[in-house]
C-alpha cells in the first residue's frame, strides 16, 4: 500500500502541493482528478521521487521512501507511465521495453508474458522504432515498459490524453486485469470522467494543490464533486 501524508511540494516559492494525504491500496483501482493545474502530476512526480516534497512522508509497503531517489523506489516496486508517455523515439519497441531491466536481478530480465497478452500490438511491433508508433501504441509500450520493472504499485499520468477510443477501452481492460488478475495497485491520473466512473475504486479530488473530496466512482455524479471539475 502507498500512504502520501501531509505532503507539501513547491517549485521555487510557488507552493503546488499543500498538505496532501492518500492511499492507493493493493488490488484497488485509485483515480486522481481535477482542473489544469492543480496539482495532480505534481502529486505523482512527488510520489515517484522526480520532485522532492518540502513536508510529509511517503511510504510504500511500510517502507519510508520520501528520501530515496526515482531507481530505489522503481526497485522497490513502484512503476510509472509518465504523462506525455517519454518513450525513446530512437529505440526500437523491444529495446524501450528492455530499458524496464535497470532495475532488476539478472536473473529477472525478461519481458513477461502478459505484457504481450495485453498489448499484443507491442509484440508484432517489437523491432519497430518508438517514434514510429501512433500515440495509442506509445502508451501501449509505455505501460509495458512499466509493468516490466514487475510493480506492484502502477502509477499512470493521464494515460487516455490524446488517444483514440478504441485503444482507450484496451487500455482500461489492461488496467483492469492488473487490478483483478496480477493484484496491483494503481494510481491513475485522469481528466476523462467515464474512465474513471467506470474503474475506480476509490477518488480523490484535487483543486489548488489540495485534496478536496475523497470518494468512490459513483460520487463523481454528485454536483458539489462536478464543480469541482468544471472549467
Ligand atoms: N517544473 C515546474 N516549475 C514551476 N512550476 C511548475 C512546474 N511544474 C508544475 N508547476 C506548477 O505547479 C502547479 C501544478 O502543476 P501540475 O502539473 O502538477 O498540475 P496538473 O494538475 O497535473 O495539471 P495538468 O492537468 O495540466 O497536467 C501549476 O501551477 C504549474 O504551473
Redesign the pocket.
Known amino acids: 500500500m502507498l500512504t502520501v501524508s501531509n505532503v507539501d511540494l513547491y517549485?521555487?516559492a510557488?507552493q503546488?502541493l499543500r498538505g496532501v494525504s492518500m492511499q492507493a491500496r493493493k488490488g484497488e483501482i485509485t483515480c486522481v482528478l481535477?482542473?489544469?493545474?492543480?496539482?495532480?502530476?505534481?502529486?505523482m512526480r512527488a510520489i515517484v521521487g522526480q520532485q522532492p516534497v518540502r513536508a510529509g512522508s511517503i511510504s510504500f509497503q511500510g517502507r519510508d521512501m520520501k528520501g530515496d531517489a526515482p531507481y530505489r523506489r522503481a526497485r522497490a516496486g513502484i512503476g510509472f507511465v509518465p504523462?506525455g508517455r517519454e518513450i525513446f523515439p530512437l529505440l526500437t519497441v523491444k529495446e524501450n521495453l528492455q530499458t524496464g531491466f535497470a532495475p532488476l536481478r539478472r536473473a529477472e530480465k525478461s519481458i513477461p508474458p502478459h505484457v504481450f497478452e495485453l498489448f499484443p500490438v507491442l509484440k508484432s511491433m517489437l523491432a519497430r522504432r518508438g517514434g514510429d508508433l501512433s500515440g495509442g501504441q506509445q502508451q501501449q509500450l509505455a505501460i509495458g515498459r512499466a509493468l516490466v520493472m514487475r510493480p506492484g504499485l502502477l502509477v499512470l499520468d493521464?494515460p487516455t490524453e490524446g488517444i483514440q477510443p478504441s485503444i482507450i477501452k484496451d487500455i482500461g481492460r489492461a488496467i483492469r486485469y492488473l487490478k483483478e488478475e496480477a493484484g496491483l495497485a494503481i494510481l491513475l491520473?485522469e481528466?476523462y470522467l467515464d474512465f474513471c466512473r467506470e474503474l475506480a475504486d476509490r477518488v480523490y479530488v484535487?483543486d489548488r494543490?489540495r485534496i478536496v473530496f475523497e470518494g468512490v466512482g459513483a460520487d463523481l455524479d454528485d454536483p458539489d464533486v462536478r464543480r469541482h471539475l468544471t472549467v
Open positions: 517549485y521555487g510557488a503546488a481535477g482542473r489544469n493545474g492543480v496539482g495532480k502530476t505534481s502529486l504523462q493521464e491520473v481528466q484535487m494543490g
